[in-house]
């Protein structure tokens, strides 16, 4: 199985800063990468989808990049709405393999 | 607009079975790759199973921990998914999400498992 390692597991950040998450797999993935956002009690939300693809409606602010074994997620201005969980996602081999998850909170 | 509606979940003692369904409306059903994904309390997520469209050979995969217990299907003209649950373990405690497409484009809302004696 592919291990994806997500860090850091929690953050605190304040409104309008610059939040970067990384995913790292334990093979090459290529491009097959996804993020998903997680606010409590709610089904997870698809954000970026192959890597650096922003699915529809999701605003700019949310951003991917990386391939092969190492990943990363920004958020560049944070917003008050933007405190949830978020979660890494490898669609390239099975089983498909979730990263542990980043809790992200205001400072 | 796209919704998926889940239902079927609740108490069942160890050892029981339970058969969960996920509605989908709004979107080609019959097209779609669908996945169950479960998260236990206080947890992260964890794929469960797939099932790809017929055009695409209606292939079937588990996760190891549900493999041999746990079945997936589908009926296309009724725009239902189903996860059947057979010797269930405390283990299995979470909540279910059915989610659509290659990645998880869209998810229900969710039905939770409780497993216990």
């Known amino acids: 199985d592919i291990q994806m390692t997500q860090s850091p597991s929690s953050l605190s950040a304040s409104v309008g800063d610059r939040v970067t998450i990384t995913c790292q797999a334990s093979?090459?993935?290529?491009?097959?990468l996804n993020w998903y956002q997680q606010k409590p009690g709610k089904a997870p939300r698809l954000l970026i989808y192959d890597a650096s693809n922003l699915e529809t409606g999701v605003p700019s602010r949310f951003s991917g990049s990386g391939s092969g074994t190492d990943f990363t997620f920004t958020i560049t201005t944070l917003q008050p709405e933007d405190i949830a969980a978020y979660y890494c996602?490898?669609?390239?081999?099975?089983?498909?393999?979730f990263g542990q998850g980043t809790r992200l909170d205001l400072k | 607009e796209e919704q998926l509606v889940e239902s079927g979940g609740g108490l069942v003692k160890p050892g029981g079975s339970l058969r969960l369904s996920c509605v989908a409306s709004g979107f080609t059903f019959s097209n779609a790759w669908m996945s169950w994904v479960r998260q236990a309390p206080g947890k992260g997520l964890e794929w469960v199973g797939r099932i790809k469209s017929k055009a695409n050979g209606g292939t079937i995969d588990y996760a190891a921990p549900v493999k041999g217990r746990f079945t997936v299907s589908r009926d296309d003209s009724k725009n239902t998914f189903f996860l059947q649950m057979n010797s269930l373990q405390t283990e299995d405690t979470a909540v279910y999400y059915c989610a659509t497409g290659r990645t998880f484009d869209f998810w229900g809302q969710g039905t939770l498992v409780t497993v216990s004696s």
């Open positions: 093979q090459d993935i290529s491009k097959y």
């Open positions: 996602q490898q669609s390239d081999n099975l089983p498909i393999t």
